[in-house]
């Protein structure tokens, strides 16, 4: 079945540092791709979304670009802020079960970025 | 905008215990979802329910039950509560089911079993 792995559990950064969350899949065909965020106390929520090879998503400073040679879709923020501080979950959606919103989700990446 | 509330905040049960917890959208989505949430093993679903009168089983359904009472709401129940058992349940709700649509999320309830 289709599966997503994010690599890293916890990043630890300073403010400005440069951000990279690995997230790779498992998945036939051309899936799509999101990222969320999730803020202390609140749901996740939407970041962005790729849909083809190459494809770059971005959103409040955030992107990732769609690989599928790497079956990759890594996370990227140039400069950190404390405010950035969430968990990023990757997902992915599958087209081989009709291009519905039935994700799978990745186990989630904790960001602190210490000020 | 719009805005997805979710009943109770905390939610705090007996081992065995049948619980409900409830969640409203102000969207006029059409679909909702019941997810939970574990730490380190990202979101599963559970049930969803693509229009008003549909109702369908994700991948976590056993032990579960759920109704779409109306379009704006759709409950989860517990049917026998583990004990020792601690997640959070999101709602969540996207304008329908195809396209890859944006899903919104509810702040969650938060569960624990003693």
């Known amino acids: 079945g289709d599966s997503v792995t994010q690599t890293e559990g916890q990043v630890a950064l300073s403010e400005e540092d440069f951000l990279t969350i690995h997230c790779n899949y498992s998945?036939?065909?051309?899936?799509?791709l999101f990222w969320y965020v999730q803020y202390p106390g609140e749901g996740p929520q939407f970041l962005f979304r790729?849909?083809?090879?190459?494809e770059k998503g971005s959103s409040r400073g955030f992107e990732a670009t769609y690989n599928k040679e790497t079956t990759s879709f890594h996370l990227q923020k140039a400069s950190v802020q404390e405010s950035d501080s969430a968990v990023y979950y990757c997902?992915?959606?599958?087209?081989?079960?009709?291009?519905?919103?039935?994700?799978?989700f990745g186990q989630g990446t904790v960001l602190s970025v210490i000020p | 905008g719009g805005i997805i509330t979710q009943t109770p905040k905390f939610l705090i049960g007996q081992e065995g215990q049948k619980l409900t917890l409830k969640c409203q959208q102000n969207?006029?989505?059409?679909?909702m979802y019941w997810y939970r949430q574990d730490s380190g093993k990202g979101l599963r679903l559970i049930y969803y329910?693509?229009?008003?009168?549909?109702?369908q089983k994700g991948d976590l359904s056993e032990g579960y039950d759920a109704s779409r009472e109306k379009k704006s709401s759709f409950s989860l129940t517990v049917t026998s509560a583990q004990k020792n058992e601690m997640a959070v349940f999101l709602c969540?709700?996207?304008?329908?089911?195809?396209?890859?649509?944006?899903?919104?999320f509810g702040p969650g309830t938060r569960l624990t079993v003693l």
């Open positions: 969207f006029n989505h059409d679909t």
């Open positions: 329910s693509i229009t008003e009168n549909d109702l």
């Open positions: 969540a709700s996207s304008i329908n089911w195809g396209g890859y649509a944006e899903q919104f």
């Open positions: 790729a849909s083809r090879d190459k």
């Open positions: 998945a036939s065909g051309y899936p799509a």
């Open positions: 997902a992915l959606g599958d087209p081989a079960t009709g291009g519905n919103n039935k994700l799978t």
